[in-house]
């Protein structure tokens, strides 16, 4: 009889421990919504640029279909810089020879004319100090635009012979060929491809390539660096 007793007590006490605020059967109680930071932004429209806590903006929405699309049209760049930085390499190796103003290499001049330029004088085609760019403004909207450089410049035509170039009447890109002020294993070359697929904003995709020269004396092409990546 004591051993019934003390079960009973156990059950009652168990019974008594239970939550009593949990509610009856059949009722529903419903929470109140978590409250919403105050400081909480809204999102932003399709399409149109936030602010970064550094204050500067950040790339404005694309769609799936017109980022690939873009994307698409990059690889137009990725060939044509491909054969300006391979062009570029091939003349560092090759043989440079004192031509004067009316041969192929231009820019070397001298009275040697016709012997062979010592490689700590080596430059990139086009000698110190040259650019030119194939058009007078950056494409946009992500269409073709007619070239406007002078094929007809007697440098810049070297320029494309002895880099084996040759641009398109139109292209996607405007292409930009820089040479340093340096010689030899000091010489270098910038090679930059733009193009403004958006032109709302005032920011371009841009790639660039940097060429140096080693101290074998041989081109060497840095990884390209792309700013404002398909914007």
Same mark, same amino acid.
């Given at each position: 009889?004591?051993?019934?007793?003390?079960?009973?007590?156990?059950?009652?006490?168990?019974?008594?421990?239970?939550?009593?605020?949990?509610?009856?059967?059949?009722?529903?109680?419903?929470?109140?919504?978590?409250?919403?930071?105050?400081?909480?932004?809204?999102?932003?429209?399709?399409?149109?640029?936030?602010?970064?806590?550094?204050?500067?903006?950040?790339?404005?929405?694309?769609?799936?279909?017109?980022?690939? @699309?873009?994307?698409?049209?990059?690889?137009?760049?990725?060939?044509?810089?491909?054969?300006?930085?391979?062009? $570029?390499?091939?003349?560092?190796?090759?043989?440079?020879?004192?031509? *004067?103003?009316?041969?192929?290499?231009?820019?070397?001049?001298?009275?040697?004319?016709?012997?062979?330029?010592?490689?700590?004088?080596?430059?990139?085609?086009?000698?110190?100090?040259?650019?030119?760019?194939?058009?007078?403004?950056?494409?946009?909207?992500?269409?073709?635009? @007619?070239?406007?450089?002078?094929? $007809?410049?007697?440098?810049?035509?070297?320029?494309?012979?002895?880099?084996?170039? @040759?641009?398109?009447?139109?292209?996607?890109?405007?292409?930009?060929?820089?040479?340093?002020?340096?010689?030899?294993?000091?010489?270098?070359? @910038?090679?930059?491809?733009?193009?403004?697929?958006?032109?709302?904003?005032?920011?371009?995709?841009?790639?660039?390539?940097?060429?140096?020269?080693?101290?074998?004396?041989? $081109?060497?092409? *840095?990884?390209?660096?792309?700013?404002?990546?398909?914007?």
């Amino acid at each position: 009889m004591r051993t019934r007793y003390l079960f009973i007590s156990l059950s009652a006490l168990t019974f008594l421990a239970c939550d009593t605020t949990s509610p009856p059967k059949g009722e529903v109680t419903l929470e109140p919504p978590a409250k919403e930071a105050a400081d909480a932004p809204e999102p932003d429209a399709v399409g149109e640029k936030t602010e970064k806590a550094e204050g500067k903006d950040a790339p404005a929405f694309i769609n799936p279909f017109e980022r690939s @699309k873009r994307k698409s049209i990059t690889s137009e760049a990725l060939m044509t810089t491909n054969r300006m930085t391979t062009g $570029a390499r091939g003349y560092m190796i090759s043989e440079q020879r004192v031509t *004067g103003p009316d041969g192929n290499q231009p820019w070397h001049e001298g009275d040697t004319v016709g012997m062979p330029v010592a490689v700590e004088s080596y430059v990139f085609p086009g000698g110190v100090n040259f650019s030119f760019s194939t058009h007078d403004a950056i494409p946009q909207g992500g269409k073709k635009a @007619k070239t406007t450089f002078d094929a $007809a410049d007697k440098k810049i035509a070297a320029v494309l012979e002895q880099g084996y170039l @040759k641009f398109e009447p139109e292209t996607y890109f405007r292409y930009t060929y820089a040479t340093g002020p340096g010689i030899g294993k000091d010489a270098t070359l @910038k090679i930059t491809a733009e193009t403004d697929f958006d032109p709302d904003s005032p920011q371009a995709h841009t790639m660039t390539y940097e060429v140096t020269v080693n101290d074998d004396f041989e $081109a060497v092409v *840095g990884e390209a660096t792309v700013e404002n990546e398909l914007q």
